[in-house]
């Protein structure tokens, strides 16, 4: 089910409210399929009813947006019990009408998750035929990456190549010259022995995990590489990170 006990009461409860002919969509399904993605959890839940069952509910809670469209039945599986787009169509109505991050966050989520295969971006571009966004919703598709294995990393990748330092590289196994595995990096740059982590909260601010992490990054840097650290705070600072990994890229690695 979904992976915060919270967000499944309210869309447990949303859904009762709406009654059975509802169907989770784009974020709420998302959610439903385990598929992350930026600020996935925001408000309001969002689900679609069959225009002849919208006329008699009429819920007033701005924490459910209601849209009246028909599905097919070949769109919807049960989850736990709550109907939900498959992961077909939750990401495509995601690419369609979600801002660039959070479209490429959750496309790059569903594909490292293995919800959707790469063999299925041909027919996911199929669904965007003559649907609005359909244009936007390809590019989205072609700057998906399935090695991202988080929304922030996602994210991180994104404003890197906006901000024209792009990784030369994506979760690289680094080892030292006498064999021994040192870690792997988020993103790597070769040239400048430069790697970049994303840290996201969720597992990084646990003390087992700072200790582990504390130990890898100290290996890292004896053996001469250079280790970036961001976190949800800096990709949402215009400009940050793509300024500290310019300067660190400008740098002699060397020093």
Not at 99 to 124: M, S
Not at 164 to 179: K, N, R, T, Y
Not at 207 to 228: K, W
Not at 231 to 238: A, F, G, K, S
Request: charged fraction near 30%; proline fraction near 5%.
């Amino acid at each position: 089910m979904v992976e915060d006990l919270a967000d499944e009461i309210l869309i447990r409860a949303a859904h009762l409210a709406l009654g059975p002919h509802a169907v989770a969509v784009r974020k709420t399904a998302a959610l439903l399929h385990h598929i992350p993605g930026w600020r996935a959890t925001d408000v309001p839940l969002e689900f679609a009813v069959p225009p002849q069952a919208a006329a008699s509910k009429r819920i007033l809670d701005r924490r459910i947006r209601i849209h009246q469209w028909t599905l097919s039945l070949e769109q919807i599986e049960h989850i736990s019990g709550i109907p939900a787009t498959d992961p077909l169509r939750t990401v495509s109505d995601m690419l369609l009408t979600a801002r660039r991050l959070e479209a490429v966050a959750t496309l790059d989520a569903a594909l490292n998750r293995k919800i959707l295969a790469v063999e299925d971006l041909e027919k996911l571009m199929s669904t965007f035929y003559r649907r609005r966004g359909a244009v936007l919703a390809r590019a989205f598709v072609a700057e998906a990456d399935p090695r991202a294995e988080s929304p922030l990393e996602s994210i991180g990748r994104l404003c890197l190549v906006d901000g024209g330092v792009p990784p030369d590289d994506l979760q690289v196994d680094i080892f030292a010259d006498d064999g021994r595995f040192l870690g792997r990096a988020d993103m790597f740059w070769r040239q400048s022995r430069l790697i970049a982590e994303a840290d996201g909260a969720a597992f990084h601010d646990r003390p087992e995990a700072l200790f582990r992490d504390r130990h890898r990054q100290n290996g890292l840097v004896r053996a001469g590489y250079r280790v970036v650290r961001f976190t949800w705070d800096d990709v949402t600072r215009p400009g940050y990170l793509t300024a500290l990994v310019r300067s660190m890229l400008n740098q002699d690695p060397r020093r």
